[in-house]
């Protein structure tokens, strides 16, 4: 059984940017969750995605937006990068009927 | 808006000692409580959940529930210093129908086991 995967693993940008982040669900799983850890905090819930549609969001501007594809791979893309958008982006799978969620490794995205 | 609370720590144990971590949540209705575990500059691993009062063991680690005070504990029994990482505890938050919710995440407690 094949875990979370995400890409890419490090990703260096400047202000005004856009980036696109990816994440492959655990085999089965058919929800996707994004969240965003600052240095020191607890990851914070971004959106989540259930049947190619965004099922719930947390209290990110619109710039933040996804996509969730026929085989639950999800993407996370981030318009007009800031400053404080520098975090770890985590992508959890979860099975369905279960609260359990399942990290993958994450992104490391740093905007200069 | 339901809220978790941790002590970030750090907690020093010596090798071999029980490490107690704490955790409060504010919203009464929660009915399931996630422990997980994060290593410095890795994603974290869930270790621990529990839904219902009382205790749950697996291998060193145990989780304890009480409802009423709003409080879940993680024990983690002859601590090695591979524990030592975060740990993070977390509730569902809302549910959106048809799948589940998102989780909400305390800053976590920075366990630190000393040899």
């Known amino acids: 059984e094949t875990g979370v995967t995400q890409s890419p693993t490090h990703l260096i940008k400047t202000r005004g940017q856009q980036v696109t982040l990816r994440c492959s669900s655990q085999?089965?799983?058919?929800?996707v969750s994004w969240y965003q850890q600052a240095l020191g905090q607890g990851p914070q819930f971004i959106f989540q995605?259930?049947?190619?549609?965004?099922?719930g969001r947390g209290n990110f501007p619109p710039r933040f937006s996804g996509l969730q594809f026929p085989n639950y791979s999800s993407e996370l893309n981030v318009n007009a990068l800031e400053l404080d958008d520098s975090a770890l982006y985590l992508c959890?799978?979860?099975?369905?009927?279960?609260?359990?969620?399942?990290f993958g490794p994450g992104t490391r995205l740093t905007v200069l | 808006q339901k809220e978790v609370e941790q002590n970030s720590g750090p907690l020093s144990v010596p090798e071999g000692a029980i490490a107690s971590l704490n955790c409060t949540y504010s919203?009464?209705?929660?009915?399931?409580f996630f422990w997980y575990r994060q290593y410095s500059g890795k994603s974290p691993e869930l270790i621990m959940f529990?839904?219902?009062?009382g205790d749950k063991e697996d291998g060193r680690f145990t989780a304890q529930l009480n409802k009423a005070s709003q409080y879940v504990s993680l024990l983690i029994r002859d601590s090695q210093p591979s524990d030592s990482a975060t740990y993070l505890c977390?509730?569902?938050?809302?549910?959106?129908?048809?799948?589940?919710?998102?989780?909400?995440f305390g800053k976590g407690t920075k366990l630190s086991v000393k040899p």
């Open positions: 959890a799978s979860s099975p369905g009927g279960s609260d359990e969620q399942f």
């Open positions: 085999s089965g799983h058919n929800t």
């Open positions: 995605y259930y049947r190619e549609e965004e099922n």
């Open positions: 919203d009464r209705g929660s009915q399931s």
């Open positions: 529990i839904y219902s009062n």
């Open positions: 977390a509730v569902p938050g809302m549910n959106y129908g048809g799948s589940q919710g998102n989780l909400i």
